[in-house]
C-alpha cells in the first residue's frame, strides 16, 4: 500500500507537479560534512554555496550538508527549498515539528539558558509554547505606547553622537553599529520594561555581556577572519564551554528579574514560574530583539535613499512623529519591508517532516519522507526571480499600491508571511509588529534629522557594517 502524503507548498491547493527523486548527496559520512563545512564558510560563501548547487543540479530543492557538521551536530544532513513556492512549509507546523531546531543541525548548551529549552526552541505542540509566547504578547501589548517616546530619545542621543564623532576632525568617522550596539540595548530595555539598563547595576557592560553571551551560542555559524584552522577547531568542530559565559548570564538574569517583575506577576497567573519566564523573556529581548535590531538597523541604513515624503507625513502630524503619521508613509513602510525581503535577519529556517510528503516548486514535486530535516535560506527564497522582478535588486517602492502589496506575503522574515499574524500556535515572530515599526522609526528619525549621508558598508559576522563619513542636516526639521 502507498503511503499517504500530503502536499506542502505555497498554500492555495493545486494539483501536484510530477513528482520527482530529490537531487543531490551527502556524500561520504564525516568527511563530506566537513567539505560541504569548508564550502560554505571559506572556498564559496553563504551565497554562491547554495547557487552552484541550484545550477549543478537544475533545482531549488536538493539534498547537502549544513553546517557546522561534525561534531558540533550528530546529523548534517538536510533538504533545502529555496525558493518562494517550496520554502513556506517549513511555516506550517502540522507538517514539520519545530523542535530544537531554532539555530539549526545544532543547538546551544541549555546551560546558556539557566537550563531551560526556551520558547524558540519550543514546537507549537508542548503545552509550554503557548504560555510563553501568550506572555510575549501580554508584554507587548502592555507597553505599546512606550515603544516611539523611547525610541525617539534613545535614537536622538546616537544621533548626536554621531554628529560629534564627525565634527571632531578632518576625515573623521562614525561606527553605527558600535553606537547602535550600546544604544538599541538600553532602547529595548526602557521600551519593553521600563528600566533602562545603563541606569542599573549593569552599568554600560550590558551590551558587552550581550553580544559575549550571542557569540557562544552563534559562533558555529560565524567566520571571524581568523587562519582557518583555529576557526575551524573552537568555532566549528567543539562547542565553546559556556561556563566562560556564566558570569555575564547572570548578570544579565539579574536586571531582568528586577526590571520584569510587573511581567514575572503575569506569568504567575498563565501557570509559568518566574524563573522559567525570566529565563524566556531574557532570550526573547536578547537574542531576538537586541540581535534582531543589531542586524537589521545597519542592514537598512545600507539601503536607505528617501527623505521628502517622511517630513511632509510628519508635519501633517503638527510635527510629532506618532503611529499615525508613521502609517502614512506607504513608501518608508516598503523600504523597511524591501530591507527585510533583501537582508532578512534570521536567514535559516528549519523544521523536521512530521510525516511523508510532498513538497512542491515552481516546476517540480518531491517526496519526502517522515524525520527528515527541512532547511531553508530565506534571501534566496525571497529574492525569488519568478515572483520578484528584479528580485536580486533593492527597489524601495517594491511595496507601493495595489500591486505592490500583493508581494508581501512573500515577505518571511518573520518565520511566516507578512500578511499573517503571529499566534501562539504558530512559530510566528511575536514581535513581528514591532520590529517593523522600530525599523520604519530609524528611517524616520534619521530623515527627520538629515538631508544626505555617505557611509563606508562593509560585512561583520551576520550582518552589514555601516560607518558614516559625513552627514548633512535636514534644511527643516520638527
Not at 554621531?162 to 550600546?182: H, I, Q, R, V, Y
Not at 544604544?183 to 526602557?190: H, K, N, R, Y
Not at 517594491?398 to 511566516?416: I, T
Request: glycine letters at 8%; hydrophobic letters at 40%.
Amino acid at each position: 500500500m502507498s503511503p499517504v502524503i500530503q502536499a506542502a507548498g505555497g498554500g492555495d491547493e493545486e494539483p501536484l507537479l510530477p513528482v520527482k527523486k530529490i537531487p543531490g548527496s551527502y556524500g561520504i559520512p564525516f568527511l563530506s560534512p566537513i567539505r560541504d563545512r569548508l564550502d560554505f564558510y571559506y572556498f564559496q560563501g553563504q551565497d554562491d554555496f547554495f547557487k552552484s548547487r541550484i545550477q549543478q543540479y537544475g533545482s531549488t530543492v536538493f539534498r547537502v550538508n549544513m553546517p557546522p557538521g561534525p561534531f558540533m551536530a550528530r546529523n548534517s544532513q538536510v533538504i533545502a527549498v529555496l525558493d518562494a513556492k517550496s520554502f513556506p512549509v517549513l511555516f506550517d507546523v502540522s507538517k514539520v515539528e519545530k523542535r530544537d531546531v531554532f539555530t539549526g543541525t545544532y543547538m546551544p548548551s541549555t546551560s546558556l539558558t539557566g537550563g531551560y529549552r526556551v520558547c524558540s526552541y519550543l514546537d507549537p505542540s508542548e503545552p509550554a509554547h503557548a504560555k510563553i509566547k501568550q506572555l510575549l504578547f501580554t508584554l507587548l501589548a502592555s507597553r505599546k505606547s512606550y515603544v516611539i517616546p523611547s525610541f525617539r530619545t534613545s535614537y536622538a542621543s546616537l544621533f548626536q553622537t554621531m554628529e560629534s564623532d564627525l565634527a571632531a576632525s578632518t576625515g573623521a568617522k562614525s561606527d553605527f553599529n558600535k553606537l547602535n550596539d550600546t544604544t538599541a540595548f538600553d532602547f529595548l530595555g526602557d521600551a519593553y520594561f521600563g528600566v533602562v539598563p545603563s541606569s542599573t547595576r549593569l552599568g554600560n557592560e550590558g551590551p558587552s555581556k550581550a553580544s559575549k553571551w550571542l557569540f557562544f551560542q552563534l559562533c558555529p555559524l560565524m567566520t571571524l577572519g581568523l587562519p582557518k584552522i583555529l576557526e575551524e577547531l573552537f568555532l566549528h568542530t567543539f562547542p565553546l564551554p559556556s561556563f566562560l559565559a556564566k558570569s555575564d548570564y547572570k548578570a544579565l538574569y539579574g536586571y531582568f528579574s528586577s526590571a520584569a517583575a510587573p511581567v514575572l506577576d503575569a506569568a504567575d497567573k498563565l501557570g509559568l514560574s518566574r524563573e522559567e519566564a525570566c529565563h524566556n523573556l531574557l532570550f526573547a529581548t536578547i537574542f531576538n530583539s537586541y540581535g534582531g535590531v543589531k542586524v537589521l538597523f545597519p542592514g537598512i541604513l545600507k539601503w536607505l535613499a528617501l527623505a521628502d515624503e517622511i517630513r511632509s507625513a510628519v508635519k501633517a502630524e503638527g510635527g510629532k512623529v506618532t503611529l499615525a503619521a508613521i502609517e502614512k508613509m506607504e513608501l518608508t513602510k516598503s523600504v523597511v519591508y524591501e530591507a527585510l525581503r533583501m537582508d532578512p535577519p534570521v536567514k535559516f529556517q528549519y523544521g523536521k517532516a512530521k510525516h511523508d510528503l510532498v513538497i512542491e516548486s515552481h516546476d517540480s514535486s518531491y517526496m519526502v519522507s517522515k524525520g527528515e530535516m527541512i532547511f531553508g535560506y530565506q534571501p534566496l527564497a525571497t529574492q525569488d526571480t519568478k515572483v520578484f522582478e528584479n528580485g536580486g535588486e533593492f527597489v524601495g517602492d517594491r511595496f507601493v499600491g495595489d500591486e505592490g502589496k500583493k508581494l508581501l506575503k512573500y515577505v518571511l522574515w518573520s518565520n511566516g508571511h507578512e500578511t499573517e499574524n503571529p499566534t501562539v500556535r504558530d512559530k510566528q515572530c511575536a514581535g513581528k509588529d514591532f520590529v517593523v515599526l522600530v525599523g520604519r522609526l530609524l528611517v524616520v528619525e534619521f530623515f527627520l534629522r538629515y538631508d544626505t549621508f555617505t557611509a563606508e558598508v562593509g560585512t561583520i559576522l551576520l550582518g552589514a557594517q555601516v560607518t558614516f563619513t559625513s552627514l548633512t542636516k535636514a534644511t527643516s526639521s520638527s
